[in-house]
């Protein structure tokens, strides 16, 4: 009888021991999947931190503004561009006709490098001289905010912009100084007196014009008269000899 009492003693202690086994089995899984999260979340905040240190990468080499241009190359051909202009700097990017294909970079130079801008007498064409003795050119439509936005961002003073002769100064605000303001004032009201003078004299031409036909359509109509004056007898005659034809 002691015996059995012994073997079943020994079975609970074995199954307790068991037991306790198993459980310190589930506990360290708990523990190992609770770890396994905290990975995970690791993880996904350094994809987060990525992603944010991407985006203001992204917004620190955007450009401030842009300007559609064409930009010329040494061999004087024209390829579609945008003149993107930076904090500190300006580039020429190509654009792929159609949308099909990659931008690549054709020209980038700090504002400190220009020298000076010109306004070529070539239509909307510009050169863009840089103190290391090379240009960039390009041609646009937008010529004056395309030069007034290099002028600004390199602090040009009012000399280093240049007309060419037969090119139409246009104002670029906060560039030109004061006396150049005046001159283009100057300028306007200039063409706007040569402007009224021509608009008088085409008025005068216009006058001299209206009454010099008048007199002409009076005389042609005066011909007209004299010309059927000398049917009047003949008309006469037949009228008389129709009257006594009738009476006879």
Do not use: W
């Not at 003795?133 to 240049?162: D, K, Y």
Request: with cysteine.
């Amino acid at each position: 009888m002691t015996n059995d009492v012994h073997a079943v003693d020994e079975a609970f202690q074995s199954g307790a021991s068991n037991a306790r086994a198993i459980d310190s089995v589930f506990s360290g899984g708990e523990k190992s999947g609770g770890g396994s999260v905290d990975v995970n979340a690791a993880e996904e905040a350094a994809k987060r931190a990525s992603k944010a240190a991407a985006a203001a990468e992204a917004a620190a080499t955007r450009p401030e503004a842009s300007v559609p241009v064409l930009f010329k190359h040494r061999s004087d051909a024209l390829s579609q561009a945008t003149l993107e202009l930076s904090a500190d700097s300006f580039a020429l990017m190509s654009e792929p006709v159609g949308g099909a294909g990659r931008r690549k970079q054709l020209r980038k130079e700090p504002y400190a490098s220009i020298a000076c801008l010109i306004a070529r007498a070539r239509p909307f064409h510009v050169d863009v001289r840089l103190s290391k003795g090379t240009r960039v050119r390009f041609a646009s439509s937008h010529i004056q905010q395309a030069m007034s936005e290099l002028a600004l961002r390199a602090r040009l003073p009012a000399e280093a912009i240049v007309f060419e002769p037969n090119v139409r100064r246009f104002g670029l605000e906060g560039v030109l100084d004061d006396e150049s303001s005046d001159d283009d004032d100057d300028d306007d009201e200039d063409d706007d007196e040569d402007d009224a003078a021509q608009q008088n004299k085409a008025e005068k031409n216009n006058d001299a014009e209206t009454k010099e036909t008048k007199k002409e359509n009076e005389e042609e109509k005066e011909e007209e008269e004299e010309d059927v004056s000398f049917m009047f007898p003949l008309i006469k005659h037949m009228q008389e000899s129709v009257s006594y034809t009738h009476l006879t």
